[in-house]
C-alpha cells in the first residue's frame, strides 16, 4: 500500500447562489481577482466562476441563477466545512475591522490565535470566513508549516496548552541554527556588554 502524495490545495469549490452574489463577495468584498468563467462541465444550468485568493490557486463557485442568497449558517455536521481561512496582511488585518463595520458586516473582532491573529465573518451564503495574520516570518528557506511543528515540538516539551509568541521565536531560532551554517564554534546567547 502506498500513499498518494499532494502538493498544495490546487482550489476549492463551493455551491454559490447567483452569479453577481459571487462575484460581489469574493472579488468585490475579498478583493479576489474574478480570473475565469464557464459552465459547469457536469451542470449545464450552472455557472462555475474562479477567483485567485490571492496565491495563485483558486476558489471556484458554482452558481445558479435560481438560487438566492440565504444568510443562514451552512451546516456543520461532520463532514462539512466549518469554515474558510484566508491569510492576510497585518496591514490588511489592522484595517478589517472598519472596513467589515463600514459595510455593515457582522464580524467576531479580532481573536488572539498564539501564532496567528483571526477575524470570523459570514458571507452572505452563511459560510463562515477567517481572515488570519501569522504574528511572523519564516526564515530564509522555511516556511510557516516548518515554524508551526517546531514551535509544536517546543509548546508540548513545555507542558504548554497552546502556542505562544515565545514558542514561536524559539523555533525559529532553532530552525536558523539547523539551516544556515556558521564560522563561530559557540553560537549560544552571549553578553558582549
Not at 29 to 40: A, I, R, T, Y
Not at 46 to 62: Q, S
Not at 80 to 88: D, E, M, R, Y
Request: a negative charge; aromatic letters at 8%; proline letters at 8%.
Amino acid at each position: 500500500m502506498r500513499k498518494l502524495q499532494v502538493q498544495g490545495v490546487h482550489h476549492i469549490t463551493l455551491t454559490g447562489a447567483d452569479r453577481q452574489t459571487s462575484i460581489d463577495f469574493w472579488e468585490g468584498v475579498l478583493g479576489m481577482p474574478f480570473v475565469f468563467d464557464q459552465p459547469n462541465l457536469d451542470d449545464p444550468n450552472e455557472g462555475h466562476l474562479y477567483f485567485d485568493p490571492g496565491d495563485g490557486r483558486l476558489i471556484t463557485v458554482f452558481t445558479n441563477e435560481n438560487r438566492k442568497p440565504d444568510p443562514n449558517r451552512t451546516p456543520t455536521e461532520p463532514g462539512c466545512v466549518h469554515h474558510l481561512a484566508f491569510n492576510v496582511s497585518r496591514a490588511v488585518f489592522s484595517q478589517a475591522v472598519p472596513r467589515l463595520d463600514a459595510r455593515g458586516i457582522r464580524h467576531s473582532g479580532p481573536k488572539d490565535r498564539g501564532f496567528m491573529d483571526s477575524i470570523y465573518f459570514t458571507d452572505p451564503l452563511g459560510l463562515l470566513i477567517e481572515l488570519a495574520c501569522y504574528r511572523f516570518e519564516p526564515p530564509a528557506g522555511c516556511t510557516h508549516a516548518d515554524v508551526m511543528i517546531e514551535a509544536h515540538r517546543i509548546r508540548v516539551a513545555r507542558g504548554d496548552y497552546n502556542i505562544a509568541e515565545d514558542h514561536l521565536a524559539d523555533a525559529i531560532e532553532h530552525l536558523v541554527l539547523r539551516r544556515q551554517q556558521s564560522l563561530s564554534e559557540d553560537r549560544g546567547p552571549q553578553n558582549p556588554y
